[in-house]
């Protein structure tokens, strides 16, 4: 299915569009689209069987009071999900809560047993009250294979740019992060702007190379152009 070329207005209660593959197969397409006001801008989802194929693209996501895009398969979920959330806009700049009120501008949050591969690419997010980019893996153990690149991350006031965490046995990240800008991103009290945070038992992990203090462009500091302090670390990612 193909939404495209669309204005979706709400009233902070609803979804401006919902793609759910309960069973069954669905591919979307969601492109030059702007949702305005809802509650969730674009919501994606799985569960039981179902399989994703998705690509959401171009899109300009404001005014959400909830996530702003928003993946997220259920416990116990076996599908497949593969996707792209690519060249979107997030927020408007200068706008307090426009990317999100009380949210995050794109949150994965993948509590099934299946894989997912997922490219995060080329999204500007900005003015949202938590993580920019948000990927959890956690309740049933599945793999989540995931690339987030070329990112602007930008005035977010209270919280980080970018989450990747692994919260329950069993389950497995393998991300790379590389590429991404941190701008107007204060950070939490510690002012890390980049966290890997892996759970007992689980498993994350980074293409890149550990933060140090030297110079590297194989380590996950330099690669995102921040110094090795703005990185937090849970675990042995």
């Known amino acids: 299915s193909t939404f495209d070329g669309n204005t979706v207005v709400g009233a902070l ?25 809802n509650n ?6 799985t569960a039981t069987t179902g399989t994703l194929v998705f690509d959401v693209h171009d899109n ?3 005014g959400s009071r909830g996530n702003a895009i928003n993946l997220a398969s259920t416990s116990g979920a076996t ?4 996707g792209t959330i690519q060249d979107n806009v997030v927020g408007t700049l200068g706008v307090p809560g426009s990317g999100s009120l009380l949210g995050r501008g794109i949150q994965v949050a993948t509590s099934g ?12 997010v900005q003015r949202t009250s938590f993580e920019g980019i948000s990927v959890i893996n956690n309740v049933t153990a599945g793999v989540t294979n995931v ?15 970018v989450l990747l965490q692994t919260a329950t046995a069993g389950n497995t990240i393998n991300a790379s992060v590389s590429g991404n ?6 950070g939490p009290a510690d002012t890390t702007v980049l966290r890997f945070a892996e759970g ?4 994350l992990n980074v293409t890149q190379l550990a933060a140090t203090v030297a110079v590297d462009a194989n380590e996950v500091d330099d690669a995102n152009g921040i110094s090795n302090t703005r990185v937090s670390i849970a675990g042995t990612p």
Not at 13 to 37: C, K, M, P, Y
Not at 147 to 161: A, C, K, V
Not at 200 to 203: A, E
Request: hydrophobic share 35%.
């Open 181 to 186: 800008q941190f701008i107007n991103v204060p």
């Open 147 to 161: 690339t987030i690149t070329d990112n602007i991350l930008q005035d977010i006031p209270t919280s980080r740019g």
């Open 60 to 62: 300009a996501v404001t």
């Open 79 to 82: 599908g497949t999900i593969d």
């Open 13 to 37: 209660t609803g979804t401006g569009l919902n793609v759910d593959a309960s069973g069954g197969s669905v591919q979307a397409d969601i492109g030059t689209t702007d949702f305005i006001d």
């Open 40 to 45: 969730v801008g674009i919501s994606l989802s």
């Open 200 to 203: 007992i038992g689980s498993t």
């Open 113 to 124: 047993g299946g894989t997912a591969n997922l490219l995060i690419d080329g999204n500007t």
